[in-house]
């Protein structure tokens, strides 16, 4: 089955800088890539997904690139933010099955 | 954007008692929904996916007698976690998703079973 690896675990940034998050996967059926932020005491929410048939998509400061070659995605967001601070999970899905989680980032933007 | 609305956000009861937690799409017909656990700084663990009108699938390893889930109609489903004990504390969050389209989440129930 499929298996989603996300790092780093945890990432400090200082305030303006840009974030770095990775995932792999494994199923090379995977075609389907959301992000989502979790705040403290919420269910993740849906911040950018991206699509096999496209290698990079772009909002506003959060942008996601997609290697199908080497089963990578990333997620980079520039300026930072403290309100960007939560924990951020990747996941993968292939076709209409079911999604696989990474095991989150918790990222901490200093102010 | 597609909202998801999960209620209670948090119980606190006795061990022994029964507890539903309910799952509605508010604007969309969720032809599939999810039910996650999510332990302290862990991931989401899915426990069961269920479609609308049919029995859900649970994931190995998840009691669906202790864990009961109803997906009656489009834009409600229900998770029912049966005479709870201490170890059930947790976080739960159902999630619902319209055929292909990105999945949506509640904003959890926090259970404490004391």
């Known amino acids: 089955g499929e298996n989603v690896e996300q790092h780093p675990s945890t990432l400090s940034v200082q305030e303006g800088d840009s974030a770095v998050i990775k995932c792999t996967y494994s199923?090379?059926?995977?075609?389907?890539f959301p992000w989502y932020k979790q705040e403290l005491g919420k269910g993740p929410q849906l911040i950018i997904d991206?699509?096999?048939?496209?290698g990079e998509k772009k909002d506003q400061r959060i942008a996601v690139t997609l290697n199908k070659t080497a089963k990578h995605f990333s997620l980079h967001i520039t300026e930072t933010q403290p309100e960007d601070s939560a924990v951020y999970f990747c996941a993968a899905q292939a076709g209409g099955f079911k999604t696989i989680f990474g095991a989150g980032t918790r990222l901490f933007v200093k102010a | 954007g597609a909202v998801v609305s999960q209620h209670p956000s948090r119980v606190i009861c006795k061990s022994g008692t029964s507890v539903k937690i309910e799952c509605r799409s508010l604007d969309f017909q969720a032809t599939t929904m999810f039910w996650y656990r999510q332990f302290p700084k862990k991931s989401l663990m899915l426990m069961a996916t269920?479609?609308?009108?049919?029995?859900?699938?649970?994931e190995q390893g998840v009691e669906k007698d202790k864990f009961l889930i109803n997906h009656a109609s489009l834009t409600l489903s229900t998770l029912t976690v049966t005479s709870a004990h201490p170890e059930d504390s947790s976080f739960y969050i159902c999630?619902?998703?319209?055929?292909?389209?990105?999945?949506?989440f509640g904003d959890g129930t926090r259970l404490s079973i004391l």
């Open positions: 199923d090379s059926a995977s075609n389907y």
């Open positions: 991206i699509r096999s048939n496209v």
């Open positions: 269920s479609n609308e009108g049919s029995k859900a699938t649970y």
């Open positions: 999630s619902a998703r319209q055929a292909d389209q990105p999945q949506h």
